[in-house]
C-alpha cells in the first residue's frame, strides 16, 4: 500500500521559512502529481502547490513568490520551501499524491498533515 509520511512543520515568527518534505513509499508506477494542500480552522482544504508529472508547477496566488515546490522523482519525494511566512499560512500542510499504480489504476493518497504555526 502506498503511503505518504510529512516532516518539517513547527512554529516560525512571521516572516521567517520553513521546509515540508513528503516522502512517498510502496511501488508506484508512475506519478502524475505530488501536491501540497492546507486547511487551517473553519477554512476548506485548498491548494497550495503542485508539481506535475511532466515537470510543470502551480500556485495558490496567495502563495506565489514565497513558496517553491520541489522533488525528487527518483526517490518520490516532494519539498515545500516556505519564505516570507504570514500568519494567514497557518494551517495543516497535508501532502498529496495521485499515481499510478501497479495494476494500472489511477489512485490517490493523502498525508497524515503536519502543522505549521506562524505567530510572534
Known amino acids: 500500500q502506498v503511503q505518504l509520511v510529512e516532516s518539517g512543520g513547527g512554529l516560525v515568527q512571521p516572516g521567517g521559512s520553513l521546509r515540508l518534505s513528503c516522502a512517498a513509499s510502496?511501488?508506484?508506477?508512475?506519478?502524475?502529481?505530488m501536491g501540497w494542500y492546507r486547511q487551517a480552522p473553519g477554512r476548506e482544504r485548498e491548494l497550495v502547490a503542485a508539481r506535475f508529472s511532466g515537470g510543470i508547477t502551480n500556485y495558490a496566488d496567495s502563495v506565489k513568490g514565497r513558496f517553491t515546490i520541489s522533488g525528487d522523482d527518483a526517490k518520490n519525494t516532494v519539498y515545500l520551501q516556505m519564505n516570507s511566512l504570514k500568519p494567514e499560512d497557518t494551517a495543516v500542510y497535508y501532502c498529496?499524491?495521485?499515481?499510478?499504480?501497479?495494476?494500472?489504476?489511477?489512485?490517490?493518497?493523502w498525508g497524515q498533515g503536519t502543522l505549521v504555526t506562524v505567530s510572534s
Open positions: 510502496g511501488y508506484i508506477y508512475r506519478i502524475d502529481v
Open positions: 498529496n499524491l495521485r499515481y499510478v499504480s501497479a495494476m494500472f489504476s489511477h489512485l490517490e493518497v
